[in-house]
Structure formats: structure tokens, C-alpha cells
């Protein structure tokens, strides 16, 4: 039955088959198993099925995730910052709420540029990343190496976001969207030097703390 629904024509043709009277019992209801697997279908349909029209459609698809993740890591942030050790990388991540704000405030302004409302699209490659830094950040670990471990996690998403910033510079261009463009080029080079910034940390200060244990 897996099998049969694993790909969207074929779970098109199971859902059209159940549509009959055999779908419900005499009280209206699902037989438990038919509504389980009609719930899991539409779990797999809304997770797994993503459809890109054009260069436009994905532009504003990386938009409305680059929003996702920068509001996920937002309300994360102070969360982190309260269990870190090191006074420098405490100011570190108060900087990076600052920075995150803004550049929460450039997505919405690209979005005004498309005529569009901000809208959210859930990042699920951010939920990973922060699910990573939250068991960093709940580990039983000396408090040095914990900030190493969680400088490490950071970057993590640095990096991410470094990517998807790119792509959606480039889109934007592609697309003589100059003004999303440049929006996008700000927060780019915002989380290089923020990468930067932390490996200078972790290399001078925190790594070298967390071998001395
Ligand atoms: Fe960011």
C-alpha cells in the first residue's frame, strides 16, 4: 500500500478510488487505518510535493524560506546566548540578534519590492540546523568546550544562510530584480563577516580555552 501511494499520480489515483461509500462506515466516519493513511498521504503531499513555476516562483520561494529561517534563528538566539561561557562570544550573539533583525526588515523590503506581503515558508534545513544548536546547547559538557561546540553549530547556519543568500542574490539578478539584488548582497556579506568573526574567535580564544581541559 506504500508502494501504491509513492508518487503523487499514484496517490491521486488512491484518493479518487476511496472517494466511494467504502471510504466511510455507516456513521459517516473513516475506517482508524483509512484515515491514518489518508492522514500520512497529506503529511507526504504538503512536505514532499513543491512546485516551481518559474525563475520568478523560485525567487520568491527563497525569499519566503530566507524569512522563515532568520525568524526561527531570531527567537532562538537569546535562548544560546544565555548558556555560553565566553564574555566575547556573549557579545557576539547580541550582535547577531541586531544583525538578524535587520535583515528580517531587508526580506520584508524585498518583498514590498515584489509587490507581495512577507510570507513565511517553513525552512526545514534552518529547524535542523537550530535542533543541532539546542542539543549543543543542552549537552552535559565543560562550559568551554561547549562554547567551541556552539560556535561550531553557528557557523553551520552561517553558512547555510551564506548559500541561500547567494542563490537568491543571483536569482534576483537573473531576474533584473537589482533592488532585491542588492538587499540580498547586504545580508550576504553580513553573514560572511559574521562567519568570520567567529572562526577569528574560536581560533584566538575559545578553542584554545576548551583544550586546556
Ligand atoms: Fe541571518
Request: charged share 25%.
Amino acid at each position: 500500500m506504500l508502494a501504491f501511494a509513492n508518487t503523487s499520480a499514484n496517490r491521486f489515483r488512491f484518493k479518487n478510488v476511496n472517494c466511494g461509500t467504502l471510504a466511510v462506515d455507516d456513521a459517516g466516519h473513516r475506517p482508524c487505518w483509512l484515515a491514518n493513511l489518508f492522514r500520512w498521504e497529506d503529511t507526504m503531499g504538503r512536505q514532499d510535493h513543491m512546485e516551481i513555476k518559474s525563475l520568478e516562483d523560485l525567487l520568491l520561494q527563497q525569499l519566503e524560506g530566507l524569512y522563515d529561517a532568520e525568524a526561527r534563528w531570531l527567537d532562538q538566539l537569546p535562548s544560546v546566548a544565555e548558556c555560553v561561557e565566553n564574555e566575547s562570544l556573549r557579545s557576539a550573539l547580541a550582535e547577531q540578534s541586531a544583525e538578524t533583525s535587520q535583515q528580517i526588515n531587508r526580506l520584508e523590503n524585498a518583498f514590498a519590492l515584489t509587490g507581495l506581503n512577507p510570507r513565511r515558508k517553513r525552512c526545514e534545513a534552518m529547524k535542523g540546523l537550530i535542533r543541532e544548536c539546542q542539543q549543543v546547547v543542552a549537552a552535559a559538557a565543560d562550559p568551554h568546550v561547549k562554547d567551541a561546540a556552539v560556535i561550531a553549530a553557528i557557523q553551520k547556519i552561517k553558512h547555510y544562510e551564506i548559500a541561500a543568500y547567494g542563490a537568491t542574490r543571483n536569482f534576483a539578478m537573473r531576474c533584473e530584480q537589482v533592488g532585491i539584488a542588492d538587499l540580498m548582497q547586504q545580508s550576504l556579506d553580513e553573514e560572511g563577516d559574521a562567519d568570520q568573526a567567529l572562526t577569528s574567535l574560536a581560533e584566538k580564544i575559545v578553542n584554545a580555552n576548551a583544550a586546556r581541559i
